[in-house]
């Protein structure tokens, strides 16, 4: 090998040797025709441009970690199912402990869960509110299924119902209220007023039949959870005064003052409601109480003296606390009655301040008096089972529950035999007997 070409060979391996600039510049330009030929021009379809857009918008690691899996199992589930429109309803129809329960609250936790992604405090709390009122219809419905698992399926929903209930609470307390508009506020009042109705009418079933333990913490679990929901009610409508006192108009000033005057009154009905039947169920105790004293000077009747006296002095205990109830009832009554025309006159005047701590008070009030209701009507189910019953079916086919009607009641004395007292019970508490009170064997 020549001593010129060992010298060449050894500067290229030094990099000495280099290509001309004319030499790079012709043949660059000659590759990159080339490539431009060669190449098909990429094109996103519709759906491409659709994920590259969420991706820009929520970020690539939500798209490729919650976003796309969610949505490759719903095609999935959609694609092998062929009625997939009445698999969504029937989902959406579920109650707990049916097959499709669990998709239910899984779109539901994804409804969530995007709303909390996207910051928008607004959808959360309204789907706090309508989650609400689904647990409640769900709690309604379950109750008088044939599930003989219900008393567990009620418990469960009502803890699922109370944690809504809660994070309802939560929000309506955040900085994160000011987002809320009074239009808003309207309608998540208006879910949790619903959430109040069907828990009242699940706890007047349920507290008839309410015979174990377990059955009576479950009432009261029911109870406790309508209280929160009379809270979030009266909040919302606090907010709503607030916002509106602030300046926001979404909602106008007559439209505050129907709400206000809504709200109070609606306590003072419920309030009203309760005390009558009570007040009906006292008057059957005291009626029942007369009755059983004339048995004993009834020599047709087969009582024992130590059954007789027994059952005597338990009615007549229940027949004293609970006519102390209706008493103590009935003068929250008087004083309610008082209050709807101090409310008025602070409409009037545009008080709208006053009238909120008016719906705050009442609203306390009619907590307590419930809890009095409950205890005397509880104390009355122990003794006299029928009597409760009774006093309810009078109010559901539209009777006053102190109407004078003819009542059928059966004393248990012994666990062989039994009396039925016919009485008919009055206002004033009083009692005649229609009938012939005759024992059962």
Same mark, same amino acid.
């Given at each position: 090998m020549s001593k010129k070409l060992i010298s060449q060979l050894k500067g290229l391996k030094h990099n000495d040797a280099a290509p001309s600039e004319t030499w790079l510049k012709q043949n660059r330009e000659i590759l990159l025709s080339q490539i431009k030929n060669n190449i098909v021009p990429q094109r996103h379809t519709a759906y491409e441009n659709f994920w590259i857009g969420m991706s820009v918008f929520l970020g690539e690691g939500?798209?490729?970690?919650?976003?796309?899996?969610?949505?490759?199992?719903?095609?999935?589930?959609?694609?092998?199912? &062929?009625?997939?429109?009445?698999?969504?309803?029937?989902?959406?129809? &579920?109650?707990?402990?049916?097959f499709l329960y669990g998709a239910k609250r899984v779109?539901?936790?994804?409804?969530m869960a995007t709303a909390s992604i996207l910051g928008n405090d607004t959808a959360e709390t309204k789907l706090h509110a309508e989650f609400?009122?689904?647990?409640?219809?769900?709690?309604k419905k379950v109750s008088i299924s044939q599930d003989p698992k219900k008393v567990e399926r009620v418990s469960e929903t009502v803890e699922d119902l109370k944690n809504e209930i809660n994070n309802l609470t939560s929000k309506l307390d955040e900085k994160s209220q000011v987002a809320l508009a009074a239009n808003d506020l309207k309608e998540v009042k208006k879910n949790t007023d619903q959430v109040k109705i069907v828990l009242g009418e699940? $706890?007047?079933?349920?507290?008839?039949?309410?015979?174990?333990?377990?059955?009576?913490?479950?009432?009261? &679990?029911?109870?406790?959870v309508k209280d929160l929901a009379k809270d979030v009610a009266?909040?919302?409508?606090?907010?709503?005064?607030?916002?509106?006192?602030?300046g926001d108009n979404s909602v106008s000033k007559e439209e505050v003052k129907q709400m206000l005057d809504e709200a109070v009154k609606d306590t003072i009905s419920e309030t009203l409601l309760k005390t009558e039947s009570l007040v009906g169920v006292s008057n059957v105790v005291e009626a029942v109480k007369s009755e059983m004293r004339g048995?004993?000077?009834?020599?047709?009747?087969?009582?024992?003296? &130590?059954s007789s006296l027994d059952i005597q002095q338990k009615i007549a205990s229940v027949a004293s606390t609970t006519k102390q109830a209706a008493l103590q009832t009935q003068e929250v009554i008087k004083a309610s009655d008082l $209050?709807?025309?101090?409310?008025?006159?602070?409409?009037?005047?545009?008080?709208?301040?006053?009238?909120?701590?008016?719906?705050?008070?009442?609203?306390?009030?009619?907590?307590?008096?419930?809890?009095?209701?409950?205890?005397?009507?509880?104390?009355?189910q122990i003794v006299l089972p029928p009597v409760v019953e009774v006093v309810k079916e009078k109010v559901e086919a539209g009777q006053s529950a102190t109407s004078t009607a003819d009542v059928k009641v059966i004393v248990t004395s012994t666990p062989t035999a039994s009396t039925t007292v016919i009485v008919t019970t009055t206002p004033t508490g009083t009692s005649t007997t229609v009938g012939t009170s005759t024992l059962k064997k």
């Open positions: 939500i798209m490729l970690n919650v976003v796309k899996p969610l949505s490759v199992l719903l095609i999935v589930a959609l694609v092998g199912t &062929s009625g997939w429109i009445a698999t969504v309803d029937a989902a959406y129809e &579920s109650l707990p402990g049916d779109v539901e936790k994804t409804q609400a009122k689904r647990r409640a219809n769900e709690i699940v $706890k007047a079933d349920l507290a008839l039949i309410a015979t174990s333990t377990v059955d009576k913490d479950v009432v009261q &679990s029911i109870s406790e009266v909040k919302t409508v606090e907010v709503v005064v607030t916002k509106h006192l602030e048995l004993e000077s009834n020599s047709s009747t087969a009582f024992s003296v &130590s $209050k709807t025309d101090e409310l008025q006159n602070m409409l009037n005047d545009d008080n709208l301040a006053g009238v909120l701590n008016m719906v705050k008070e009442v609203n306390e009030v009619n907590k307590t008096v419930e809890k009095i209701i409950d205890t005397a009507v509880n104390n009355v």
